[in-house]
Every structure is written in C-alpha cells, then in structure tokens.
C-alpha cells in the first residue's frame, strides 16, 4: 500500500513515530565538515520531519548505532561480573535510560550493509549477544534513491534494490512525498496523515557513473602483487575509509580500572581499524601487516573475495564512502579494478604456461 503525504504530514508523521521510536535519520550538520563552509550528513536521533536530510548520501554510515564507537561489555569487580544492558543502557548508543525500540532511515545499500553485519555477528557461530540484544530492537525505514550519488557502484555490488526487511519506504515526490508501507500496523498512522493513496514503487539506482569488476576468484599468487605496492606512499594508514564503511567491524578490547580502585572497572570493545598502525602488532612488538600496502590487500580482499567464500556475497555494498573521505583521494572501486586486471593478466599467463607444458 502506497501513501502520499504533502511537508505537514510527514512531520506529523514523524513526530507521532518518534512518540513510540527513537528515530535515527540522515542530518544535516552545518559547518561541521572538514572545512569550515562544508556541511557534514551524520546520522542522530530526530523529532520533527525538517530534521531530516533526503537528498544527500551521509558522510558516515548507520554502523554506530549498532556497533556503538566503545561499547561496555561487563563491569567487574574483586568478586563478580555484571554484563553490560543493550539500548538505553549507560553507554550504549541509544539515549541513556530510553528503553524505546529504534527506527532507522536509511537507503538500500545500507540495508545491504546491515544484512553484512547479522551475518557476522549472527550467523558466524555463536551469536554476539551484545549486538543481537540491539539489533532485535531496530527497525528500518528505506530511503528511495532516485539517483545516484559521487562515487557509488552499488548497481556492480547488486545492493541497488533492498532486501525486505524494511516497515516503510520515503522519498520525495514533486511537492510532496511518497512511501510504500510494508507494515500492516502502520497503516492506520498514515491514513492519518497522508493526503491520498496510490501504488508507490521505491526508486533505486539502476546506473552509477562508476563502475567495478569484481573477480571470481583471486590466485594465490597475487598476494605479492605489485598492485599492492603504490598503496606503501599514497596511504596515510588514518583509516578513515573502514571507519565509515557499514560493514567494517575491526575492534579492540579494552580493560578501564577505575582510579578509587584499581580492582574494579569494565571491559570495553571500542571501533578500531586494520588500516593504522598498531592494529595487527601482537605481543613481543611483531607484526603481521607492518607495510600499508599489506593492508590494503587485506581490507580488499576481504571485502570482495574472503567475505564472499564463507557467505556467498560480496562484503563491500558498494556506497562509495571510503573514496568520499579518503584524504589521498585513494579510490576503492579503482583499486578493485585494478585487481582484476592483475587476475586477468595472470590466468592468461597461466594458461599460456599450461599449454606450453603439455
């Protein structure tokens, strides 16, 4: 079933939804870029329809609200363990103390994204019960996505057209605005507010100006590939590229004792990133990925090919973020391509050693 709501109505909307939700949408922060007259697209908890950013992809993903940038796990003391509570819990993303489920806008390749994060905290062996206590509380709303946006290749990564785990879509529609309700309680909420009925179709993106070809496969061999090379010099290891990926998910453990008493504290698992220095080093001061350029070739080939072998789709959904941000101008899909060149080249060197050998 398909709505039509002019501006009054989708604010009363939203503020009728954020009665009942904690509403978590694209914003607008004005000046709060990386240069004073750039604008940053962040995600917050929103109370009114003019709140929200529609038109823009957001410079940061969704991610934190269900892997929170330092998450408490358990506090502890010199005789007992108590675990940490989910949403509202003291330190969790959601508001401190606000037991409200959440509702998420977002667009399909983010979607995307969160079908990356279930399965590897949900369905990779023991489930984390820290992130599905969480996650059994969200629920999304899909963000249409008449056009593509600067350096996105979701249609190459097929997360162009979202997967049906959303309540409502929303999207602009001349004057007004169109959604599509998938869930049947919410009906009577837009009767309410909507100022006609009709058929509505969520737009998606069926052409990037970007393009990438992801190999089927990755011999061995090219773990020495110079492809990975230039990545030594252009790369400045800041890792911002996973910070804002969806579906990154490198993590560290901390221990924080508290100063009256050394021998109590908590337990902390806090955003980390496999792109800086520090993150592979293990005990002793060895480490397993000391060049960029090592790293790079893991971030990649996790993304399009490990991720891929255990689940059977590709990591990367394709939003184009890391290149957005990257301060070297590093290009993901360009590194990707590159890649398959280098897979290309070497099958047909391969097959020219097999015929010369029989």
Known sequence: MGYVLDGEGLDGLVRELA?????FAPVRKVGAGRFTDVDQVIYDFVDNASQIELDAKSDYSFKELLT???????????DQVCEAGG????GDPAREGDARDVLVL?????????????????????????????RDRVHFVLLGCPQ?????????????VAPDNWEFSLERSGEGYACAVANESLLPLFERYATASRDVVPALVTQNEVHVCVPKTVPLELRTSPVWDEYNH?????????????TCTCFTMQDVAYTENGRVGERRRVQASCMIDGYSTVAGGASYRKQRGERMRFKVLHKVYDFRQRFGYDM???CGRCDDVCPEYIS????VNKLSDAVDEWDAQHEGSVARDA
């Open 19 to 23: 009665r009942d939700y904690l509403v």
């Open 148 to 160: 593509t946006f600067e350096h996105c290749f979701c249609v190459d990564m097929g997360s162009n």
């Open 87 to 90: 949403i509202g819990a003291a």
């Open 234 to 246: 252009r790369c400045i290891g800041c890792g911002r590229c996973t910070l804002v990926c969806p």
């Open 316 to 318: 990367c959904v394709g």
């Open 106 to 134: 977002m667009r399909a390749c983010d979607l995307h994204g969160v079908k990356r994060l279930d399965a590897m905290y949900l369905h990779n062996g023991p489930e984390d019960s820290f992130y599905k206590r969480i």
């Open 332 to 335: 993901f899909a360009a590194c």
């Open 68 to 78: 929170p940038l330092s998450q408490t796990l358990f506090y502890y003391t010199e």
